[in-house]
């Protein structure tokens, strides 16, 4: 008996059309791609799509400026700032900018790896339509991927986007921390540190573990490789007992043993550990000598949030309590570290906290996102110290988004 064919039977088209050649001949050889091939390889690219003067811009460890990475077939120059500037808008706001040019379009495209911003893909066609942004598109989401792949195996990306000398204690600081931020469906991180180039005692760390985010900011007491060496211990610790999944409050002494082990009696770590269900919006943390994060709704700041403390880690303290909010779509937490709001001139008023609220207030604005926000909170509240930075001041901004 003879089966009839039906139309549904038939093999799908699976021909390669130039979108997917174009993808495809990157993809096939990415994973053999020396990393200073990278640039070059994406700039083949994007002379076979005809586009021209490709350039790709990584932010710099500031966080003021976007570097072109240097490579055959790719555009060198200057550094472009960030504010003011087309490839720094299309940055902050993490879309796409087109800006007509006499002889074509300079399309600038975000570079983007699970929501961390690397930096910005940007060329010049002769004309834009829908087939080109998706394909630059896919071409600026599979650089990302691959810049961060590579990052692994060359100093190439850190000398580009270092824009002066680092101390030693800044480089151990930059190696422990996760990327700088991270987007999300339910859920949006962003962190920074300042001073970028002379970081010590100060980070962070957060995992997305399924449903639940956890984060961590501590503070190391002291300045240079001691206090980046105490972080890193206790960072590691943090990490530790994450990952046993342990509870919330035993996390605290596994970081407490930590550092009294391998550090004198009057060394010690300033630390915060939060969870958030982003399913849910419930948020839970411990405090251990930290300044009090603070819930921002509404583009406000509505409260602190207070809770029982116990003492910094290293010095024995007991087990923590853990504290609980419920948030609601949209609100935002805010973790800083102290040197965000003690810094003074001598014999003059520290900076403190309302001022912080205040700033923060004004920056917070609902057409922004979280890297945005962060970014220019830390550059502007430097700016209201008076550039002063005596201590490292970092913040950590989430969004729960629901």
Not at 161 to 182: N, T
Not at 275 to 280: E, K
Request: aromatic share 6%; with cysteine.
């Amino acid at each position: 008996m003879t089966v009839g064919c039906h139309e549904d039977d038939r093999d799908p088209d699976r021909s390669e059309s130039f979108g997917e050649m174009l993808l495809g001949g990157l993809l096939d050889h990415a994973h053999g791609l020396p990393p200073d091939r990278v640039g070059p390889a994406l700039a083949d690219a994007v002379a076979r799509m005809g586009g021209r003067e490709a350039r790709i811009l990584l932010q710099d460890y500031g966080q003021r400026n976007l570097v072109p990475l240097a490579g055959d077939g790719l555009e060198d120059g200057d550094p472009v700032p960030i504010d003011g500037s087309e490839a720094g808008r299309c940055f902050l706001t993490a879309r796409p900018v087109e800006v007509p040019l006499a002889d074509g379009v300079r399309v600038h495209v975000p570079l983007l790896d699970g929501g961390d911003q690397a930096g910005v893909l940007a060329v010049t066609l002769d004309a834009v339509d829908d087939d080109a942004r998706r394909v630059l598109r896919r071409l600026a989401a599979l650089a990302a991927a691959t810049l961060q792949t590579k990052n692994g195996y060359t100093d190439l990306f850190f000398r580009t986007r270092r824009g002066e000398a680092m101390s030693v204690a800044a480089e151990i600081q930059w190696s422990l921390l996760p990327p700088l931020a991270m987007t999300m469906s339910r859920v949006a991180v962003a962190g920074i540190l300042e001073p970028a180039y002379d970081v010590a005692g100060d980070s962070f760390d957060y995992a997305l573990n399924g449903d639940v985010l956890h984060l961590a900011m501590i503070d190391a007491m002291g300045h240079g490789l001691d206090a980046a060496t105490m972080a890193t211990v206790a960072i590691g610790a943090y990490r530790h007992a994450r990952r046993t999944s342990v509870e919330l409050s035993e996390i605290y002494l596994f970081m407490d043993r930590a550092i009294a082990e391998q550090f004198a009696p009057d060394h010690f770590v300033t630390a915060q550990m939060l969870r958030l269900d982003t399913g849910t919006g419930r948020l839970q943390w411990v405090n251990a000598g930290h300044p009090a994060p603070m819930l921002i709704r509404d583009h406000r700041v509505v409260r602190r949030l207070n809770s029982p403390t116990t003492l910094p880690v290293g010095f024995g303290g007991d087990q923590p309590r853990v504290s609980e909010v419920a948030l609601e779509p949209g609100d935002r937490i805010l973790c800083f570290t102290d040197g965000l709001i003690e810094e003074h001139e001598s014999g003059e008023e520290e900076f403190g906290e309302d001022q912080l609220i205040a700033w923060v207030n004004q920056l917070d604005r609902a057409d922004r996102e979280v890297h945005a926000v962060a970014r220019d909170l830390s550059h502007t509240l430097k700016r209201a110290r008076g550039d002063a930075t005596s201590d490292d001041s970092t913040l950590l901004l989430v969004e729960w988004r629901g």
